[in-house]
T-cell receptor, first 113, second 115 residues
Framework: NAGVTQTPKFQVLKTGQSMTLQCAQDMNHEYMSWYRQDPGMGLRLIHYSVGAGITDQGEVPNGYNVSRSTTEDFPLRLLSAAPSQTSVYFC????????????FGPGTRLTVL | AQSVSQHNHHVILSEAASLELGCNYSYGGTVNLFWYVQYPGQHLQLLLKYFSGDPLVKGIKGFEAEFIKSKFSFNLRKPSVQWSDTAEYFCAVNGAPGGYNKLIFGAGTRLAVHP
């Protein structure tokens, strides 16, 4: 199993540009989520999904869109990038029970100029 | 809303010293508690977790944590640290009141171990 994979690893955008961060998992996990990591703030939940066709907002959803058309994939879209979205983005997945541990991807480092 | 506090932002230790990292959460009720570690340039890995039962849980690499419900705490300990423990450590909680789908993280503690 590859686990949780993310692409790209690094990305530089200009303010106002759009892009999609890709996340895929091969563990047949129903639950997937996106976090952003900023210095001194830990990880903050952006959006999550409990299954195909079902998404919900986390702590910091503004400026980000998600969709879940398949169990395997959970892309994160930035419609109009802003410098405040400069961060490291992590995707994670787990089984639907609250007891299951989240498995994290390697991250995408995004810089918005 | 649930929040997680990690009291030490930076910790510097010499090899063989003992480690204790504090973690407190704000909202009581039934919670699951986790400690994750992020080594330089790597993604988060689970160190240990508490769901129920024995409040003293043991994880990988000699780490352990104690859940004290009355203090809303889940402190991480290791009796003797190694240089390879240099990393950032995150405490996290899910469950009450936001639900099990929202994992709330603390700000992290950056540990540097000197040989």
């Amino acid at each position: 199993n590859a686990g949780v994979t993310q692409t790209p690893k690094f990305q530089v955008l200009k303010t106002g540009q759009s892009m999609t961060l890709q996340c895929a998992q091969d563990m047949n996990h129903e639950y997937m989520s996106w976090y952003r990591q900023d210095p001194g703030m830990g990880l903050r939940l952006i959006h999550y999904s409990v299954g195909a066709g079902i998404t919900d907002q986390g702590e910091v959803p503004n400026g980000y869109n998600v969709s879940r058309s398949t169990t395997e994939d959970f892309p994160l879209r930035l419609l109009s990038a802003a410098p405040s979205q400069t961060s490291v983005y992590f995707c994670a997945s787990k089984g639907t029970s609250g007891l299951y541990t989240q498995y994290f991807g390697p991250g995408t480092r995004l810089t918005v100029l | 809303a649930q929040s997680v506090s990690q009291h030490n932002h930076h910790v510097i230790l010499s090899e063989a010293a003992s480690l204790e990292l504090g973690c407190n959460y704000s909202y009581g009720g039934t919670v699951n508690l986790f400690w994750y570690v992020q080594y330089p340039g790597q993604h988060l890995q689970l160190l240990l977790k508490y769901f129920s039962g024995d409040p003293l849980v043991k994880g990988i690499k000699g780490f352990e944590a104690e859940f004290i419900k009355s203090k809303f705490s889940f402190n991480l300990r290791k009796p003797s640290v190694q240089w390879s423990d240099t990393a950032e450590y995150f405490c996290a909680v899910n469950g009450a009141p936001g639900g099990y789908n929202k994992l709330i993280f603390g700000a992290g503690t950056r540990l540097a171990v000197h040989p």
